[in-house]
């Protein structure tokens, strides 16, 4: 089943853009709050749970049943994507999934200034305070996934699109993330459908005036398209 990961920047738009595309699609929202909540061992006290809300390190912790809190909740969060669909949001999924072909991975951020405005505006707070809000959030997001997943927050590696709110609505960047999963879900199938149909062999018995016109031909046999070269 296919899935949505978003990182975001504080302020970034980032949860607007995650509530109206699962309203789309009609998917539940999982975020790192949740997933600890419903998918917790049975084992865990309430002092744990007040540790894994405050402690990224905690998650590195073995449970009672001998593995860590983060693979206990990995494996469970696995479990539930076999057969549904979701768009979570943090807890470093695009790292957990990374390897996952149906899996859409997005960041989205807003340049800082900005972002303090939106503080200012959604807090009611001083220009100071916005900013410590602002980098406080910006330091225990990123420490958080280098500490459970040794991997950078920032990097642009680890996403397929990379959205800045500057200039984009919170429309736009729904457009887009379905457009991109639409065209990965699309070159999915193709794929699958060129390993299970045997590819004709029409271009190699060919003789063509140019590469360019066999390369095109053999993309065509590929993909199933019937074609006529030069029928008159």
């Known amino acids: 089943m296919p899935i949505i ?9 980032g949860d607007e853009v995650a ?10 929202i999982i975020t790192r709050s949740s997933l600890v909540s419903h998918f917790s061992a049975a084992d865990v006290t309430p002092y744990d749970l007040h540790m894994l809300a405050e402690s990224a390190k905690y998650y590195l912790r073995p449970t009672k049943s001998g593995i860590t809190y983060v693979d206990v909740l990995k ?3 696995n479990k539930h994507l076999e057969n549904n669909s979701a768009l979570l949001i943090g807890f470093g999924s695009q790292v957990i999934f990374a390897d996952r072909r149906d899996a859409v991975h997005v960041r989205i951020i807003a340049p800082k200034d900005i972002r303090i405005a939106r503080a200012k505006k959604q807090h009611h707070v001083s220009q100071e305070q916005a900013e410590q809000i602002m980098a406080t959030a910006d330091k ?3 420490k958080f996934v280098s500490a459970v997943f040794e991997s950078d927050l920032s990097d642009p590696a680890n996403y397929h699109l990379i959205l800045n709110t500057a200039d984009l609505c919170v429309d736009e960047c ?3 993330i379905l457009a991109l999963m ?3 879900e699309l070159q999915r199938k193709l794929e699958l459908q ?4 045997p590819v004709s062999d029409n271009a190699d018995r060919l003789q063509f005036k140019n590469e360019s016109e066999a390369e095109f031909a053999k993309l065509l046999d590929m993909y199933q398209i019937e074609w006529k070269y030069e029928p008159k």
């Open 75 to 77: 494996n469970e969060l």
């Open 182 to 184: 639409n065209e990965r």
């Open 19 to 28: 509530q109206a595309l699962a309203s789309r699609l009609g998917w539940e």
């Open 140 to 142: 225990k997001h990123k």
């Open 194 to 197: 060129s390993k299970d149909t």
């Open 5 to 13: 990961t978003i990182s975001r920047q504080m302020c970034s738009l």
């Open 174 to 176: 729904v457009s887009s």
